[in-house]
């Protein structure tokens, strides 16, 4: 239901327009998120972003690395994708499922997934984490992010503007709270703290370290070994 929610309600202009309408704070913590990602990157590495939407991310990143792979389960979204990287050419785009991408092992030197991918694909978290790790290269680096508890009511305040633009349903303020935001209509946004982060990957052959950034978001970086 809520996956459904990316690929027909909520998907390719009114993906933008969510972005579009967000207050200064969000804007904030969303120029964060690609800074921080974009320190971690090198000039010729190859970098797969999970969950690409429009475009938003994956431009910027296309600006810095050889060359960028984005992969989303909405057509729509691809398309606008496709617009907003015209100006590049080292970048690919590809309509599928982050969880089961069919990817070669060990392809990519960086994976990214930020502003929350790992809640709002709505899969087995665990399993993502298992793909990511299966597709990227020993020594490479793969970023998930969620929001920092702290960050609580500016992320409400953004959401709730959105449903007033009719982005979204009715918020339910009954059923919102412990970091997950519903709405009356089906969708659900939840959080991933770092106790969450840590046991997620447990148990995987690789190096983690979980930070916070900007006072709003909780990165978790993987390094395969």
């Keep these: 239901m809520e ?7 909520l998907a390719a202009e009114k993906l933008r327009r969510c972005y579009d309408i967000a207050p200064p704070r969000v804007k904030q913590y969303l120029e964060a998120e690609i800074e921080h990602a974009l320190e971690k990157i090198h000039a010729q590495s190859l970098v797969l972003e999970l969950g690409c939407g429009y475009g938003r991310v994956l431009a910027r990143l296309a600006q810095h690395v050889g060359f960028v792979v984005g992969i989303d389960t909405s057509y729509a979204s691809l ?11 080292n970048y690919a785009l590809l ?19 930020i502003q929350n991918g790992i809640s709002a694909f709505h899969v087995d978290q665990r399993e993502l984490i298992r793909e990511s790790i299966r597709i990227t290269k020993p020594g490479g680096t793969i970023l998930f992010s969620s929001y920092a508890e702290k960050f609580w009511s500016e992320r409400l305040k953004w959401f709730q503007i959105q449903a007033d633009a009719g982005l979204l349903g009715e918020i339910d303020l009954k059923a919102t709270r412990d970091g997950v935001i519903v709405s009356k209509d089906g969708f659900i946004a939840g959080t991933v703290q770092p106790h969450d982060f840590e046991a997620l990957v447990s148990g995987f052959d690789a190096e983690t370290t979980i930070t916070e950034v900007d006072g709003s978001s909780i990165f978790c970086e993987i390094k395969p070994h």
């Design 79 to 89: 398309l606008l994708c496709r617009e907003t990287m015209k100006d590049f050419s």
């Design 3 to 9: 996956q459904d929610y990316y690929q027909e309600k």
């Design 95 to 113: 309509n599928m499922d982050a969880i089961r991408t069919g990817l070669r092992d060990q392809s990519f030197d960086m994976i990214v997934c």
